[in-house]
């Protein structure tokens, strides 16, 4: 019976894509937005974009993030995590967009994106996605300084 | 018994390649030992090591096909 249930539930949500090649366009953020209007049981949607940031380190300016992951790791890592968050909080739907490649200071390169009926539960589920894809998924980032010298990125 | 380990992030700069197969290791402390004296540049970094795509906190028994990758600090989102 258990094992039942817990299938059902895998087939319903099978391991999805989070990656994409190179920055997230802010069109395809709007046409995610949009495709959203003919599900009429939402009421808030909470949406977090991270931007490559231009870190001075050491007197010298970043100018990209090269993202590299272990992908077939990652993917089921976020599975995980979307399970968790969908048995934790009432969700609509939720989609998650992670850049690999080189990805420019001022360009996006993670996109969230959490629905639901009222506003709490897609603002705090999507925080907490964020927080924990931040911390379990194994991608890395290789910082490139406009001298073309490079460091790697470390998540606080 | 042959192991292959995918190799991630600053950890494939130090040891200079994606992916490294080792013969006769029997568990991952023997692993970290074995790189530790292979790869002294490692002692500097903080990494994990994952079997099957899991990370393991305590000696972990590896076997033929398990697939191993050693992890330096997570920076995505």
């Known amino acids: 019976m258990q094992e039942d249930k817990t299938s059902a539930i895998m087939t319903e949500r099978k391991p999805k ?4 090649q190179g920055p997230i366009a802010s069109s395809f ?3 995610s937005i949009q495709k959203h209007s003919s599900k009429k049981e939402i009421g808030g ?71 639901s009926a ?6 705090d589920a999507c925080e907490e996605t ?13 910082e490139s300084f406009e001298d073309e010298t490079y460091q790697w990125k470390e998540n606080k | 018994m042959q192991i292959n380990i995918l190799i991630f992030g600053q950890l494939a700069d130090i040891i200079g390649e994606n992916k490294i197969d080792l013969w006769d290791i029997p568990d991952t402390e023997a692993l970290k030992m074995y790189l530790q004296k292979r790869y002294p540049g490692l002692s500097d970094l903080p990494y994990l090591i994952a079997v099957d795509k899991e990370v393991i906190s305590a000696n972990t028994v590896l076997n033929n096909n398990s ?3 050693l992890l330096p600090p997570y920076a995505g989102g």
């Open chain 1, 17 to 20: 894509n989070i990656f994409v």
């Open chain 1, 29 to 31: 953020i709007a046409d």
């Open chain 1, 45 to 115: 949607h909470s949406i977090f974009l991270g931007q490559v940031r231009a870190d001075t380190i050491n007197g010298k300016k970043v100018f990209s993030i090269e993202y590299t992951s272990y992908e077939e790791m990652a993917l089921e890592k976020m599975h995980r995590i979307r399970e968790d968050i969908f048995i934790k909080y009432p969700l609509t739907c939720m989609h998650v967009y992670h850049s690999l490649g080189k990805i420019a200071a001022g360009e996006i390169c993670l996109f969230v994106f959490t629905s």
């Open chain 1, 118 to 123: 009222h506003r709490k539960a897609a603002i």
């Open chain 1, 130 to 142: 964020v927080e924990r894809l931040k911390a379990e998924l194994p991608i890395w980032g290789k």
């Open chain 2, 67 to 69: 697939e191993l990758a």
